[in-house]
């Protein structure tokens, strides 16, 4: 039997390339994303290998995702693997120096809006049964504080406690829940957390051989592939470039 994945924010980074690889193995997929342009080239790109629906979708937008995605057309069933991906940093500045509107659209995007097509495909998961997966993408962000990680850091708290209270209640149903924690990964993320600043990208992913799209992709098809048995509730991965500091201390 033929098995759907959905990707949300699969227009770039992690979720376009695990969109390739779930292509290649012949997943059907449900990919969605704020850019049109990007969906209808990737929809080209892809359809040669599986079924590709494509769906234009602001995760902050409720009522958008209720009514795009609790009625999928039968190509889609059954529904297997959520892999909860859509999300973003929007500045690197001291919280005294934030923008609540950035705030607010961190809080919207990654924990609003991964609630919400959670709850929404929730049910065609469970109706899947054993072995359907829910892969939300979560970040060290989410296991250790930085400075002028403020909210980002605070939503991706949210995803790791959020992946765990679910498996609470998932118990029995067959659906596992996975929290990727990925570190220094180069992607659009940068570009998009400094409004678009080139130069910062380039500057932060320079001399280090950072995480790429690819390699993400590949431990979420990973763990869509376990066995049914299996739960990965957590995976913390990280460019061997990178590791912990010290505390910081304000001495006197
Ligand atoms: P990218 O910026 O390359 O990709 C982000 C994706 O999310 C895009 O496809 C974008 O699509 C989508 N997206 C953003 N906001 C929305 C929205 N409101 N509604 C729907 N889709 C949205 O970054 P990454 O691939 O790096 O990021 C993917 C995930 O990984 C994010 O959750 C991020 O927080 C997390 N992460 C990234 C790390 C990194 O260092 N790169 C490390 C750890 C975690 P579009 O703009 O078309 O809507
Ligand atoms: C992205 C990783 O460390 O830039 O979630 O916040 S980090």
New binding site residues.
């Given amino acids: 039997m033929t098995f759907t994945a959905c990707i949300?924010?699969?227009?770039?980074?992690?979720?376009?390339?695990a969109a390739e690889k779930f292509a290649q193995q012949g997943w059907h997929l449900l990919l969605?994303?704020?850019?049109e342009e990007?969906?209808k080239e990737i929809k080209e790109q892809l359809s040669q290998y599986t079924v590709v629906e494509t769906m234009v979708?602001?995760?902050?937008?409720t009522e958008a995702c209720k009514e795009k995605l609790s009625q999928l057309p039968p190509s889609l069933a059954p529904l297997k693997v959520l892999v909860?991906?859509?999300?973003?940093?929007l500045g690197t500045a001291p919280a005294q120096d934030a923008s609540l509107d950035q705030w607010h659209?961190m809080i919207?995007?990654?924990v609003k809006?991964?609630s919400t097509v959670t709850y929404v495909l929730l049910p065609k998961l469970i109706e899947c049964g054993a072995g359907a997966s829910i892969i939300n993408?979560?970040?060290?962000?989410g296991l250790y504080p930085y400075p002028g990680g403020n909210v980002?850091c605070g939503?991706?708290a949210f995803?790791e406690q959020f992946s765990k209270a679910l498996r609470c209640d998932l118990l029995g149903t067959g659906v596992r829940v996975s929290n990727?924690?990925?570190?220094?990964?180069?992607?659009?993320?940068?570009?998009?957390r400094t409004s678009g600043n080139q130069q910062a990208s380039d500057d932060l992913y320079k001399g280090v051989d950072?995480?790429q799209?690819s390699d993400?992709a590949d431990t979420l098809l990973y763990l869509a592939n376990l066995p049914d048995h299996l739960n990965i509730n957590e995976l913390e991965i990280m460019p061997t470039q990178q590791a912990w500091s010290p505390f910081a201390v304000n001495r006197k």
Wanted: net charge neutral.
């Fill in positions: 949300t924010g699969a227009t770039s980074g992690f979720g376009r390339a969605t994303g704020r850019r990007r969906l979708l602001d995760v902050q937008d909860n991906n859509a999300g973003l940093a659209q919207d995007t990654n809006g991964l993408i979560g970040s060290i962000a980002y939503t991706k995803v990727v924690a990925p570190g220094m990964a180069e992607t659009e993320f940068t570009l998009v950072a995480i799209a993400i």
